[in-house]
């Protein structure tokens, strides 16, 4: 708040003491002329944009905004949860968001685009004044993408309104969505064409404005194809062009996007392959090597900084385990099976329906894409110091199939005598005069006095720091920082806008790349244009048809980028949330010991609370604040749905 409060009261306390001709200065506050008149003032009024940016991060409360009070639980209350990415016993799909509407940062913007021309003479050259002004319109774009992918169209502000003007003037109404994206276009190319290759921590470049011009337009482009699906057209806000587009203005958006990710590979960045001992180390270290040549654009934490947890996350707190990998109050979000199938991993069911035979439960991680191993921790992976012990319980014999399970919560009375014995952390049972642990140490447990640990085979890597003392693992101890823009992402827009406009060879050379680096297999599959209506994930009925090789390219993004808050919004452009998350049960691969072959089976399970996410067509556009229609009515038609 300290920020905004600097950029409104220099300027009007500039206009007063004009009037009153005082000479005196106000000390400890700085005014236009010092802020905009050199870099570094310049730099110090940025600060405070880059820190409202709408970057779905460590601390963004998937339904309470990206500026939280409390930033544990922002981390508790994440996208990942709450999308049915992650499994999680507490939260579900959030239709309607939570009213972002940024336009007091806007406004800031637009403050310093209108006046800072004033300051021209101040700068030596062109050059440094002009990527000054590429940066404000990148800010600006950044601010108008958060608006623009949950309303559609959305008022678009040029200049500083005057609050004393007549309502006619301040009640702007919305634009379309075609004009809103267009607009966006308009700023990052802008900003592409005057910023520098040059880079500085914690602000964009002309690599950085391409990086987000590539996401912003493959948003825009799925969004004017896949609409139509939708039913919406005789809602009022998609007649008139407010959410929603013609079909026939894709391809422009999808070419916006290719021509983006062809500007960002002309810059200093590579696949990130450092040559550490295996390729699932080589992908887990690439989200915490600041000096990675991946990274396009990171958002900094800062542990130095006492006392102020804004500048801290709890990341490792929530996403490690108990007893001895954390010290608070262990995981609260899982991998499900349904993402874990999407990678190349063994095959724990027989051609003949009965579960392969373990000889060891760390053998479950032989012949994983390394890339799988370096997203999820499996049993016998290691995090500081500790071994994963993974083991949700003791069959006595198993002689049918992998599907002859009780499935559900409670399928089995815990410690009954039944074949299926399960138990809680630290449960033994004694079956032929020999004592064994039914559970692993990590999970996963059945009683109801269990901490949040162990809902399956695995655990999240990504992001987690294993430097990390258990000691420190606590709220807001964690200060590695969260990548916003990645080449790996960028391939990957460029590969899906490609294989859009059809040119599919082209699409799969970035794939073949990411794969290469992945560890998976690498041989290009033949271009498959048969169609399908029925998805991946969750066997989801589409509203349309898809080749199976543009659903290749949708599955090889979710493997890529996995827990790295994508896959929300990736559903919601392709317009099958409501498919996808119909009645969405995450399903879990759980391990047990088989007493009488002393061997080990994995089973394919439900998860034990029998939780379900489900969106409905609400999620694909949010409602227009009714806060804000309430002060200006030209905000009307709200939104289809609501």
Known sequence: MKKRFIAYIVLLGGLVFSCRDLNLEPKGMLGEPELFGNEFGVKKYFAGLYNYLPIEDFVYYANNGYRPGNYWEAGKFNQGNMSGEFFNTWMGVDNDGFAYWPYDRIREVNTFIENFPNYRDNYATDVQFNKLMGEAHFLRAYFYFGLAKRYGGVPIIKEVQNPLASPETLEVPRSTEYDTWKFIYEDLRFAIDNMTESSEDGRANKYVAAALLSRTMLYAGSNAKYTQYLGFQNEAATQLGLAGMDPSQANEFFQYAVDAGKTVEEGPYSLYTRGYPDKATNFANLFLDGSSPETIFIKDYDMTSPGDNRLRHSYDALMSPLPDMSSFVGANSFPPLDFMELYEMPAYTNPDGTPVRFDSRNDIRNGMEPRMRGTMYFNGDELRGKTFSLQRGIYRSFNGLATDIQRGSNAAPINSGGNRILGGRGWTTEIGGVTLNITGAHGAFDDQGAENNGFGAGFIRKYVNPDMATSDVREYRSDQHWVVFRLGEIYLNTAEALYELGQREEAFEYIEKLRDRAGAQVVR???????????????????????????????????????????????????????????????????????????????????????????????YYEPIPWGEIGKNDKLLPQNPLY
């Open 525 to 619: 599959p033949a271009i498959d244009v048969t169609t399908t209506n029925i998805g991946t994930i969750n066997n989801a009925n589409y509203p349309y048809q898809i080749e199976k090789s543009l659903q290749f390219i949708r599955d090889e993004r979710v493997r890529e980028l996995y827990a790295e808050n994508h896959w929300w919004w990736d559903l919601r452009r392709w317009r099958t949330a409501d498919q996808v998350l119909n009645q969405f049960r995450h399903r879990f691969l759980s391990a047990y010991y088989v007493a009488d072959e002393g061997k080990y089976i994995y089973l394919d399970e439900d998860n034990r609370d029998n939780r379900s996410w489900t969106a409905s067509k609400q999620c």
